[in-house]
């Protein structure tokens, strides 16, 4: 549904985006995850055919952006990264003015409308100043606008950005009820956990370069690299619990904390069953025996920190 080879953009002499290769399929709920200035806005602004590469190739639906930016624009729908001013607009009027900007008349335009309002739950605000709308209603708004024309992929630019708690559970919502309803989507935000709820894929870029991409199972998997293991014994116990455990040919390193110890396995160790064996066997007792959970989170702060290669 998209995809790009060696996608670059370059603004003078800064390399916004380097030889990026995505692939997102239809129906995939893609997060695009990096830090203030990875090349996120830049990238979802060429595939929405307002900016052109500098080289590399990016596709949607199969027509290529820069060649065949006019069949694309009817099979997307953009949200950017802010809303623009609409003085003395009421909601219904905005959603019917852009309706009409998409040619969608009469009945149709009506029709439209009215399902698109229910959908973004802002049925009740149709009669309400554009302007004086809360940022998660303007957002949502957003949203609405660019379903009149019910386009088959949404560019979503950090729409759950600088929402309070129960915006950001709204917009999830509706995200989720368009993943539903067969939309494809990507989208892009900082908020990790939000994602991990709503993405069955996602992008980690940095500086332009992509670090990661495909399942967010498979890249949690990828960032935990050896499992760390969360071992308590009791305050006495703990030094000769660790020189036992840093001895054993399964373990990479422990490190004692407070309460317990982080024991950090060997790259491809997943049977740590050795570690109440050897506990016990010498006498000791196991307070605490799990492994850390590694989600997306910390799974972006690894990759991103450079800790995976
Ligand atoms: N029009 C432009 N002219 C010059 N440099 C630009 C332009 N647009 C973006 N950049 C630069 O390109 C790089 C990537 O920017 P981009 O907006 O794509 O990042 P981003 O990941 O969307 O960041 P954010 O999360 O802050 O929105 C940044 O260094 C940015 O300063």
Not at 180 to 195: C, F, N, V
């Amino acid at each position: 549904m998209i995809k790009t080879v060696n996608l670059t953009k370059r603004y003078g002499s800064l390399v916004a985006l380097s030889n990026l290769n995505l692939e997102i399929h239809e129906g995939d709920c893609f997060g695009f995850i990096g830090p203030n200035g990875a090349g996120k806005s830049t990238t979802i602004k060429i595939l929405a055919t307002l900016l052109q590469p500098t080289w590399g190739e990016a596709r949607v639906c199969d027509f290529v952006v820069g060649y065949q930016s006019r069949q694309i624009r009817p099979l997307i729908g953009y949200v950017p990264d802010y809303f623009g001013a609409y003085e003395d607009m009421v909601v219904q009027e905005y959603l019917e003015f852009f309706a009409a900007a998409y040619n969608i008349n009469g009945v149709e335009r009506n029709k439209v409308v009215e399902q698109v309002l229910e959908l973004t739950d802002l049925g009740y605000k149709r009669d309400a100043p554009v302007d004086g709308l809360s940022r998660g209603m303007k957002q949502r708004l957003s949203i609405a606008r660019v379903l009149l024309h019910d386009p088959k992929v949404l560019l979503l630019d950090e729409p759950a950005g600088n929402l309070d708690p129960r915006a950001r559970i709204e917009m999830r919502e509706l995200l989720k009820e368009l993943q539903r309803m067969g939309k494809t989507i990507l989208i892009s935000s900082h908020i990790l956990p939000e994602l991990q709820d709503l993405c069955n894929t996602v992008g980690i870029i940095e500086q332009g370069e992509l670090i990661y991409s495909g399942p967010w199972t498979d890249i949690v998997r990828k960032a935990r690299g050896g499992m760390i293991l969360h071992v308590g014994v009791p305050d006495d116990q703990q030094v000769k619990a660790a020189s036992l455990l840093s001895e054993d040919p399964n373990v990479e390193s422990v490190n004692p904390l407070d309460t317990y110890m982080e024991v950090a396995l060997k790259d491809g160790v997943t049977d740590y069953s050795f570690v109440p064996e050897k506990l016990l066997a010498n006498g000791m007792k196991l307070r605490l025996l799990k492994e850390e959970e590694v989600n997306l989170e910390t799974a972006f702060m690894r990759l991103t920190k450079g800790m995976v290669q």
